[in-house]
């Protein structure tokens, strides 16, 4: 019995319930069963009963009372006629007051004794009448004492059958039998339908209580039997329409900035990875607007903080109505401000912060404006991937370029202006293209395997290919060509993996079979490069990037302007980058060594119109460091 307990404990929702119904609906049954049956078989059996004593009754009083006890024939046909009429009758025995057998008949008489007189019914009467062949628990027999036409008084006894009664109740108790077996078996049938129907909805129930503890509150019930369970799927999905409606306000306040209504700068960071993640996915552009008010600070401290409040809410409103719906703004921190805008290259980004700088020029964002001056933005625009590789540089290009509005007086839109970029703001978008189009990170990746090996600092190339992309868009390349010889500078020494290591990295002079298989490496590279089609472009670069001015270079012993201008220029860039980096033959030089050499080789090494132009960018790119080193001491 614990063993048994145990299991029903163990056991699930659906099981105890199962085995709930059919014990109540097995109880039921049988107990139904037991009053029907004990109570028809009754009834039957004193119906029979008193109907037998009634005929018997009946017989003696109206048959035996004609005849005089001698007169046996007359009782023959008297007990002959009663058998035809009477089926169930099996013997009749009429006893004097002594007990002498005066008269017996039987169906199952096997002599001819049935006028046998004077002798004991119960030992004579019972060979008369062969009551061998009858089962004495199926006889009913009736005594009933009767008064002869002679004045003698005798017992009439008559023997009925009950076969027939007890096969009736035998069949009455089977089909009662057969109908708590088929009460038992629909009982079962529903007890598992409603059970598995109470089941399958806490099924549901747990279901969602587990989608709701995952974070889906999303879920809801549908399509519950019964009226009961209805009612609670719709009290349960009104609770998880609550709970839903609770945690969305809750998100919401949590990546609001509780001043300006905008993002803060948590979930601007978040939604800035996103967007940057999808839009590398898709190859897509995807720029960013950082904008800050301009001296707000001695605003503040002028006004106080409640109208620099103001003035902040009022930027965000005009945040709002001036970008589209598809773009993000935030309140970065402070007076800052960021727009985050999807799929917008640089130049409609510019055309946005414009927008946006002139509304607040226009409208200022403080609603008196008769005793204070007017306040003004700021705003830098970064491109990805034009200008970064990543949300962390974007945002460090963006605000790049918000420091440059801001040192130039402020009031100002300026576009992230990088060294590949530098003068070709407008070509910006399709150079980036071509780059993806040629796989950048694996070319880059490969150039910075090939420093490696050179043992050149990292960098090195891109370097090398950032001032000869920078120098060509100066000699008036397009950008598409600026990016191909962006890439060839990349390229340019990948034959030297074929270079043992011990020739690259020898520290005295090399002899001349050394110096012959070095000078191989442009061929090979030229060579290796050639296999892909799409950089067919960057081939001539590649190959005579080592040729003289002069005409005393290799591999071809070009000079002048035979020799490419990609080239020419690639060759400039290569050896102005490399005299600035330590070799294992000669200290690295200054810059200012690097650029005395440039002049000095001028007309012999280089192309002198390509000094002049990498001079200038040099130039300019020296004085912006400086400028951007004084504004931050």
């Known amino acids: 019995m614990k063993r048994l307990l145990a299991i029903v404990k163990k056991s699930s929702l659906e099981g105890k319930l199962l085995l709930l119904v059919f014990s109540t609906l097995f109880v039921v049954l049988v107990g139904v069963g037991h009053l029907v049956f004990n109570g028809s078989n009754s009834y039957l059996v004193s119906q029979k009963e008193e109907s037998l004593e009634d005929l018997t009754r009946a017989l003696a009083i109206v048959a035996p009372a004609t005849a005089k006890g001698s007169d046996t024939e007359l009782l023959e046909r008297w007990s002959q006629n009663i058998r035809e009429t009477q089926p169930d009758l099996e013997y009749l025995v009429i006893s004097d007051k002594s007990g002498r057998t005066l008269y017996a008949d039987s169906k199952h008489l096997r002599t001819k004794h049935n006028c046998s007189l004077g002798t004991a019914w119960w030992t004579t009467a019972r060979k008369i009448l062969g009551y061998g062949h009858i089962d004495p628990s199926n006889i009913y027999t009736v005594s009933v004492p009767v008064k002869l036409t002679d004045g003698r008084r005798v017992t009439f006894t008559a023997g009925y059958n009950m076969q027939r009664l007890n096969t009736y109740v035998e069949s009455a108790q089977n089909r009662t039998i057969l109908g708590i077996s088929l009460g038992l078996i629909v009982g079962t049938i529903l007890s598992l339908l409603i059970g598995r129907a109470i089941s399958d909805t806490l099924k549901k129930l747990e279901k969602g209580a587990d989608a709701i503890s995952k974070g889906d509150l999303e879920f809801r019930l549908s399509d519950l039997p019964y009226v009961e369970l209805d009612r609670l799927s719709q009290s349960f999905n009104c609770m998880v329409e609550t709970l839903n409606s609770s945690y969305s306000k809750l998100t919401e306040q949590a990546n609001k900035d509780p001043l300006t209504g905008l993002y803060n700068h948590r979930h601007f960071q978040e939604r800035l990875a996103s967007e940057v993640s999808r839009a590398n996915r898709y190859a897509h552009v995807l720029s960013l607007l950082m904008i800050d008010i301009d001296f707000f600070k001695n605003f503040n401290d002028a006004y106080g903080h409640p109208a620099g409040d103001a003035a902040l809410v009022n930027l965000a409103e005009i945040l709002r109505a001036k970008i589209r719906d598809t773009d993000i703004p935030a309140r970065y921190g402070g007076e800052e401000f960021a727009v985050i805008l999807p799929e917008t290259d640089v130049h409609d980004a510019e055309l946005i912060a414009e927008r946006i700088r002139k509304a607040v020029e226009v409208n200022g964002l403080i609603e008196d404006r008769k005793d204070r001056a007017p306040l003004t933005v700021s705003i830098g625009i970064a491109t990805y991937p034009i200008h970064c590789i990543d949300n962390v540089s974007l945002i460090e290009t963006a605000d790049s370029a918000l420091y440059k509005s801001k040192s130039q007086g402020r009031n100002?839109?300026?576009?992230?202006?990088?060294?590949?970029?530098?003068?070709?703001?407008?070509?910006?978008?399709?150079?980036?293209?071509?780059?993806?189009?040629?796989?950048?990170?694996?070319?880059?990746?490969?150039?910075?395997?090939?420093?490696?090996?050179?043992?050149?600092?990292?960098?090195?190339?891109?370097?090398?290919?950032?001032?000869?992309?920078?120098?060509?868009?100066?000699?008036?390349?397009?950008?598409?060509?600026?990016?191909?010889?962006?890439?060839?500078?990349?390229?340019?020494?990948?034959?030297?993996?074929?270079?043992?290591?011990?020739?690259?990295?020898?520290?005295?002079?090399?002899?001349?079979?050394?110096?012959?298989?070095?000078?191989?490496?442009?061929?090979?590279g030229h060579a290796i490069i050639q296999k892909a089609p799409r950089m067919s472009a960057m081939l001539p670069a590649i190959l005579h990037h080592h040729e003289r001015y002069d005409g005393t270079g290799y591999p071809s012993g070009l000079s002048g302007e035979d020799i490419p201008l990609p080239a020419r220029i690639l060759a400039a860039a290569d050896a102005y980058q490399s005299m600035m980096c330590e070799r294992p033959h000669r200290p690295a030089k200054s810059e200012n060594e690097a650029r005395e050499e440039l002049i000095k080789n001028s007309g012999t090494q280089f192309d002198p119109k390509v000094v002049e132009a990498m001079l200038s960018v040099i130039s300019k790119r020296q004085s912006s460091s400086k400028n951007k080193n004084h504004k931050a001491a």
């Open 412 to 524: 100002k839109v300026s576009i992230y202006d990088s060294e590949l970029q530098e003068d070709v703001p407008k070509d910006n978008y399709k150079l980036c293209v071509l780059l993806q189009a040629h796989d950048l990170p694996t070319i880059e990746a490969l150039s910075s395997a090939v420093d490696a090996k050179l043992g050149l600092p990292l960098g090195h190339s891109k370097s090398v290919g950032k001032l000869a992309s920078v120098t060509a868009r100066k000699l008036g390349f397009s950008a598409a060509d600026c990016a191909g010889i962006y890439l060839a500078a990349l390229l340019r020494d990948l034959g030297q993996i074929s270079i043992p290591d011990w020739i690259l990295h020898k520290e005295s002079t090399l002899s001349s079979e050394e110096m012959a298989m070095l000078k191989e490496h442009s061929a090979l």
